[in-house]
């Protein structure tokens, strides 16, 4: 799937919308259920399945990890500035504690979290750490969870099946019980059928026709007598 930059600054935007996704502290953080429907809102969203809207956030995760390190390890007086187009967009997922700890005053003015971000000033970046193994620990769960529930309705269907095979079988087993014996008139009408097969179209009406004919004058009783046969 193509993710150009539009898109992905809008995933961004809905992956913020559902804090239970990356906020430990949210009630529903630990609810793999409540999370999984997160997951699928968002596939939802760009037309997607949940595997490829969680390998971006993933790779979106670590590309931000990356440039939180950089901010952090650049040397005295060489302040790393991000250039990444992603970056500020996903400042929400900096540590909120400690970010809330540390502001700076720029003429009176208080720029908190943003001027540390404008100005490269390191940050701790053990959440990021624990932000990124939460999300690959979370996902192996998740998607443990899903394979619980392909699994399960994969073994609900294959008892559905089976009830119906019964179901068929025993119809079927009573169909053969309720079916009339095979005997000699069965046999003959096979024989009968048979030849019928063998003649033309116009034939075969033919045949049929006299042949329901007799059958009509024996149920009415025609041929009960014998002697009554030669008249």
Not at 25 to 32: A, E, G, I, P
Not at 35 to 51: G, N, R, V
Not at 141 to 162: G, V, Y
Request: proline share 2%; aromatic share 10%.
């Amino acid at each position: 799937m193509e993710w150009p930059n539009d898109k992905i600054l809008l995933l961004i935007d809905e992956y913020r919308k559902r804090p239970l996704l990356w906020d430990s502290s949210h009630k529903f953080y630990k609810l793999y259920n409540r999370k999984i429907e997160a997951w699928s809102e968002l596939a939802s969203i760009f037309q997607t399945d949940i595997y490829e809207v969680k390998r971006k956030i993933n790779s979106l995760l670590a590309s931000y990890r990356r440039e939180r390190q950089k901010i952090q390890n650049s040397a005295e007086g060489e302040v790393y500035t991000s250039g990444w187009f992603a970056f500020k967009r996903m400042s929400f997922l900096m540590d909120k504690n400690t970010a809330r700890k540390i502001s700076y005053t720029i003429d009176g003015t208080d720029q908190g979290e943003n001027n540390m971000e404008n100005f490269g000033i390191a940050v701790t970046d053990t959440d990021d750490n624990v932000l990124q193994n939460n999300f690959i620990k979370e996902e192996y769960l998740e998607d443990a969870s899903l394979a619980c529930q392909a699994i399960f309705k994969r073994k609900r269907e294959e008892e559905k099946q089976d009830h119906q095979i019964i179901k068929e079988f025993t119809h079927s087993a009573q169909a053969v019980v309720t079916s009339p014996p095979r005997d000699e008139h069965s046999v003959y009408g096979e024989h009968i059928g048979n030849e019928i097969r063998k003649m033309n179209y116009h034939a075969q009406c033919t045949v049929k026709h006299m042949i329901n004919d007799i059958i009509f004058d024996a149920q009415m009783g025609m041929y009960d007598n014998p002697q009554q046969t030669g008249t």
